[in-house]
């Protein structure tokens, strides 16, 4: 096989996703800020990516052009291969808990997306990841009537159910209290580990991205450029309190900036 | 009362009943004290209102009043609810039709009724043709607004999920509009049943608003006025208690936050 070869048909090596000289450049009122400056990254298949940053780097924006719903100003997402241009249901975006539909039950927004499905696959479908997120006994629910962290499993729940082959997920925990975040981080994990899809995560909180993550994604300051990509080599479950784990997280606060001291 | 202690049940009657109370007392005394020969009191009213039932004339003129509410309302919902649809999913078209709709929509209904009976003559068309003027542009302007004030996160789901145009319309920006949608259509209701009683003054010989006048008319019989204008008031009153059921659709009542 030619190296040429290799390039053009990634998927023979495993990449999924791959961020060739991204750029982007936002302009208005005459003004134009530049908001990404030459991304370069490649994600494995089934890998758990986390984009950390300071707050208003761009990782949100970046999230956005992987996900087809914003176009770079220079360079390419490329997705099996092939140019990203518009959002595809093979891989969903998770919002936080606020995505879900008011107007929907729990049943009813997990099936949304399954419209072009038999209606007894539906049903399959719908109580598989109703079981799955925890929402038995809520099927017939809606969201007003559920919790933050139930709201935010719905969403999950309504983005797998479609089977994606990635999920792109921006800041979902933020608005969750402490406690319900770890319960969610345990979640995510069981369920990526259960269904391995490649994940990335944009979250500006360092321990979740060290506890959640394969590989860290440390963007610098707008214009984000990528600073560092730390492999977190500690295997699920991982010890929080370990030398390696603080080791990690250190590092990466160190690289942000931030002195580990409040 | 305080208000953050929750009434006790039978203060929550007690009260309104009291306050009905002395407001029929005020008008009986009013009455009574300043010897008027012109308005009549509670007392009066009633009779008047018995009257009435007895020659068979109010039910005729309640349901005359009620028919032709349900049909101007019924079309300015069939109409105005897909233009503002429309205009609130084309936003370019709504700054091209606003400016117009902004000056049409504070002219009274009433001062339009020279033109209806122009258009109409006199009769239930230009009855009709007022109060769906009055019911048109509140709904018209609640689907604009419901449809413009649609979070974007949820489009963009229903765009990731697949759907195209049309079905993020009907599947995503539709019910998510619709508490709003719901809210104008109460509105207008309410309009429209203020202007069927103008309407009949003018342009009909039936109806509750035409009752109110012919009876001023046909003998200053004043009992008969107040009689039929608090009948106007409970039917109002019904009509929109009865829509306010509405809300209370698991599938809407997210957007009232009244929520449990």
């Not at chain 1, 096989?1 to 053009?8: G, K, L, Q, R, V």
């Not at chain 1, 908001?35 to 924006?61: A, H, M, R, W, Y």
């Not at chain 2, 419901?146 to 049309?166: C, D, E, I």
Request: charged share 20%.
């Amino acid at each position: 096989m030619s190296s040429t070869e290799a390039m053009t048909v990634p998927t023979v090596t495993g990449t999924k996703l791959r961020a060739e000289h991204v750029s982007m450049t936002f302009k208005r009122d005459g003004k134009s800020t530049p908001v990404l400056d030459d991304i370069n990254l490649d994600v494995q298949d089934g890998e758990f990516i986390c984009l950390v940053g300071p707050s208003g780097c761009g990782k949100s924006t970046l999230l956005n052009t992987m996900a087809g719903f914003l176009s770079p100003t220079s360079g390419a997402v490329r997705i099996d291969g092939e140019v990203v241009q518009r959002p595809d249901p093979r891989r969903i975006f998770v919002f936080q808990e606020r995505g879900v539909f008011p107007w929907l039950t729990v049943e009813g927004n997990i099936g949304f997306g399954l419209f072009r499905l038999p209606r007894v696959e539906q049903k399959q479908r719908i109580a598989h990841y109703v079981k799955m997120v925890g929402l038995e006994g809520f099927e017939e629910a809606y969201p007003s009537e559920l919790s933050g962290g139930m709201k935010q499993r719905l969403e999950v729940a309504r983005a797998l159910a479609v089977n994606p082959d990635m999920l792109f997920l921006d800041e979902p925990f933020g608005a969750l209290d402490s406690i319900t975040r770890l319960v969610m981080r345990g979640e995510l994990l069981r369920i990526w580990e259960a269904e391995r899809k490649t994940i990335i995560f944009v979250t500006h909180d360092i321990d979740e991205a060290v506890q959640l993550a394969d590989r860290v994604v440390v963007l610098s300051a707008r214009p984000a450029t990528i600073q560092q990509i730390v492999n977190i080599d500690i295997a699920h479950p991982r010890d929080i309190s370990s030398a390696r784990y603080l080791e990690l997280r250190d590092g990466i606060l160190q690289q942000i900036g931030l002195a580990h001291k409040v | 009362m305080n208000t953050l202690t929750e009434p006790r049940k039978w203060e929550k009657y007690f009260w309104p009943v009291l306050v009905m109370a002395l407001f029929l007392a005020l008008w009986h005394y009013s009455v009574v004290w300043t010897a008027t020969k012109i308005f009549p009191s509670p007392l009066e009213v009633e009779k008047g209102l018995i009257e009435l039932l007895r020659k068979h004339v109010l039910w005729g003129d309640i349901i005359d009043s009620l028919r032709r509410v349900a049909i101007s309302f019924g079309a300015a919902a069939l109409l105005g609810i897909p233009i503002g649809l429309t205009l609130g999913w084309y936003p370019a078209a709504d700054q091209v039709v606003n400016p117009v709709m902004q000056i049409l929509r504070p002219i009274s209904p009433i001062a339009w009724i020279p033109v209806a009976i122009i258009f109409f003559g006199v009769g239930d068309k230009a009855a009709i043709f007022l109060i769906f003027l009055g019911a048109y542009f509140p709904i018209v302007v609640a689907c604009v607004s419901g449809v413009s004030n649609v979070p974007s996160m949820y489009r963009r789901a229903g765009r990731n999920f697949g759907l195209s145009p049309a079905q993020i319309l009907a599947k995503v920006v539709f019910p998510a509009a619709l508490p709003r949608i719901l809210m104008g259509l109460r509105i207008a209701l309410g309009i429209a049943w203020l202007v069927v009683v103008a309407a009949e003054m003018i342009a009909v010989d039936s109806g509750l608003g035409y009752l109110v006048i012919d009876s001023r008319n046909s003998g200053k019989r004043y009992d008969l006025v107040v009689a039929a204008m608090l009948l106007i008031g409970v039917i109002g009153l019904i009509l929109d208690l009865g829509f306010r059921q509405l809300e209370k659709i698991k599938s809407v009542r997210w957007g009232f936050g009244n929520e449990s």
